[in-house]
């Protein structure tokens, strides 16, 4: 693990760091801020997976989450979208290939040969960050936004006991059902419908749900809220009365805008889980 | 004036507008952050200049201000940093040309035709923001980050009354003196000194001074620190005993994530000026 960057932010640092994935087969860079308390012993840690297009530092430099994670003490994760690289599969649209990696492990031709990002974020990540720095790795949480806040989701219920609390920012809640989905698990995962619905919010709320609060934040002028599928998500959440909220928030769209404005209220509702 | 982007932000609107600037004689592009009490009537203003090679947008995105303008119920204004377009003089480095307009009115050739940054934000862009948007002019501050602490110190002191605080993170004090000016001065301004000094943040302290209270903050890390002459306004506002502080702030650098960090400080000691 190499050291790229690292900034005093908050009283904290803010660091990115490089390393070679073996789950993706291809260098990969992440994010991880770290509070001051970070110094004198282990810290919860906050997964943040980002959206479409998006590198590592969209986030850690437009939500403004680092301050509240200062507040409370809490680190932050920023894991890239996507395997990247000369070498690796790529598409001309923005929502497949770079940039698009939707959390999955990919079985076809020829993304399976990087497009691992299931076992990056879930395995590989999270071993390299407990092994090198001060995270306290029995309290986890995890968020994220839009294609992000669909990999928070589907981390989350998949993961038993792994979090403690969930959350998410205009999250993708059925890709099987939506344009943001069913292009990419069709790509990645290919013809057989079963292994999409291991990686479907909503599936996975009808199967089993979550062992912890969910918050889940949406803007009813969200640019793209045909491709979100809420209604389905809030419809499974319902049934399930699974603990959470699923909240509409009056003009705000899909912009980090949007997020930032939220972000303290996400990051309390974690540290709430977290310290518990 | 046209509307390039609204997005719904903290409960308010950051937005992003375009109009032709008669100063730079070129369309020029600015943010304006309006909190929700805008809706209701005028609310102070607090100005916001950017450093070198940034645009409207980086502070914008990135320094965190909106949500603590919004608590304090403050609108914020991004002006740009130079003229820019294809037929508006440049040059290569990233510090003399676009992006590096150091809001002063170029004399020199080729520069004169539209480097004329000084009358943009201390004339041109204020009547325009005024003009059109909900904005109380007898309450307003100003800010700013590296040659936008510079921009933003000597306005605050060449312009009495217009605002009731200033404050900078760290800014180029002295630029009569430093590597991030000498050069600048000589290309916009001639080898005329007497013009520079009307842009130098420590002859302007040792001349006159601020009619109000100053706030700055630099970091102890600041890899430009050499290039900030922090040293001189320093010494300048303690002869003049003016009302105000430098900072140093341990660990910190020139980035924005140390701008972030002190930016709920910063609009909080404008806002007690504004509210006053």
Chains 1, 2 share one sequence.
């Not at 190499?2 to 993706?24: L, M």
């Amino acid at each position: 693990m190499e050291t790229v960057s690292k900034n005093r932010c908050f009283g904290g640092v803010q660091g990115v760091y490089t390393h070679h994935s073996d789950a993706c087969a291809c260098p990969m860079t992440f994010g991880l801020f770290l509070p001051e308390e970070a110094e004198q012993g282990p810290v919860p840690l906050l997964w943040y997976l980002s959206g479409l297009t998006c590198t590592h530092e969209n986030a850690m430099v437009k939500a403004g989450a680092q301050g509240w994670a200062a507040e409370h003490g809490i680190a932050l994760c920023f894991p890239d979208t996507s395997p990247r690289g000369e070498d690796v599969a790529d598409d001309p649209a923005y929502d497949l290939g770079h940039g698009a990696g939707f959390y999955v492990n990919a079985t076809e031709s020829p993304w399976s040969a990087h497009y691992r990002m299931w076992d990056y974020v879930t395995e590989e990540l999270p071993s390299i960050v407990t092994a090198n720095f001060a995270i306290d790795e029995e309290r986890q949480a995890v968020t994220g936004h839009s294609m992000g806040g669909h990999g928070a989701l589907t981390m989350a219920m998949s993961l038993p006991g792994r979090f403690r609390s969930a959350s998410a920012f205009a999250p993708i809640c059925a890709p099987t059902q939506s344009e943001w989905g069913i292009k990419q698990f069709t790509a990645y995962l290919g013809a057989d419908k079963a292994a999409w619905a291991r990686h479907d919010a909503t599936a996975l709320m009808e199967a089993r749900g979550f062992d912890g609060p969910i918050l889940i934040d949406t803007g009813t002028d969200d640019q793209f809220g045909d491709f979100l599928s809420t209604e389905v998500l809030a419809a499974a959440m319902a049934k399930r009365r699974q603990e959470g909220a699923i909240r509409l928030q009056k003009g705000y769209d899909h912009s980090y805008f949007f997020v930032a404005s939220f972000m303290e209220e996400h990051v309390a509702f974690h540290a709430e889980a977290l310290w518990a």
